[in-house]
């Protein structure tokens, strides 16, 4: 419990305790967030740099499946050839202050857990495309194609339109990749996006702190 009191005053969250010190001991992460909870050692959750800002949880939600329809679910997804899941792209959407119109999409590339942020005017479906083709553009279609010709993303209203996202903004092309879309309220199916968002968090705190509409494209960081 020293260790543990140590590692979490140097900032550390459970999971990476628990990956840094496996070798000492084996306890798994939801263990020690459940002692940190119940106040053993003097620990608290107010310790937990993150979770004093979350809202207490509802309770489970039951998932739900995607409402675009079976060729396009997290299941769908899985049965690509075997190695394109791995070689997709994750993508979600991050943003600032209730009132702000800018946010960042964020897409995330698998292999080299690289992840961009995209500064757009406002969190709509034509903004997203646009930011795609912006990439495509940028890269030229071969390339975009092999970093982004997969897609895995979230439910939410401005990935929605696949067709704008998978058209392609260069005139010899017809479609620069396939999306797929994550089972509802299922974040943890692109674990890789969310962990990166952890970092970018520290930076832009979600709901207080630097609003988005604040933010010029110097300011959009990547990780």
């Known amino acids: 419990m020293a260790a543990v009191r140590s590692d979490m005053a140097r900032g550390l969250s459970p999971a ?53 329809g079976p060729g396009r679910s997290y299941a769908a997804f899985l049965s690509l050839l075997d190695d394109e899941p791995a070689a997709a792209c994750e993508m979600d959407c991050v943003i600032g202050l209730a009132r702000d119109s800018q946010c960042l999409p964020a897409p995330c590339h698998r292999p080299s857990k690289a992840q961009l942020a995209l500064l757009l ?77 952890v970092e970018l968090r520290k930076l832009l705190p979600k709901g207080r702190g630097i609003g988005f509409d604040a933010l010029d494209g110097r300011d959009a960081p990547s990780s």
């Open 121 to 197: 005017s406002e969190k709509t479906q034509a903004a997203v495309a646009g930011a795609l083709g912006m990439l495509e553009h940028a890269l030229g279609g071969g390339a975009f194609g092999r970093l982004f010709g997969t897609v895995l993303t979230d439910n939410g209203a401005e990935f929605s339109d696949f067709g704008a996202l998978e058209k392609s903004a260069l005139p010899s092309r017809g479609r620069r990749c396939r999306v797929y879309y994550c089972d509802v309220r299922q974040s943890q199916q692109k674990a890789g996006c969310e962990r990166n968002h």
């Open 16 to 68: 990476q305790i628990v990956e840094a010190r496996k070798c000492q001991f084996e306890v798994p992460a939801s263990t020690l967030y459940r002692w940190i909870g119940r106040g053993h050692a003097g620990m608290s959750n107010m310790d937990l740099r993150r979770k004093v800002g979350y809202k207490p949880r509802r309770g489970r939600a039951e998932p739900r499946p995607t409402p675009h």
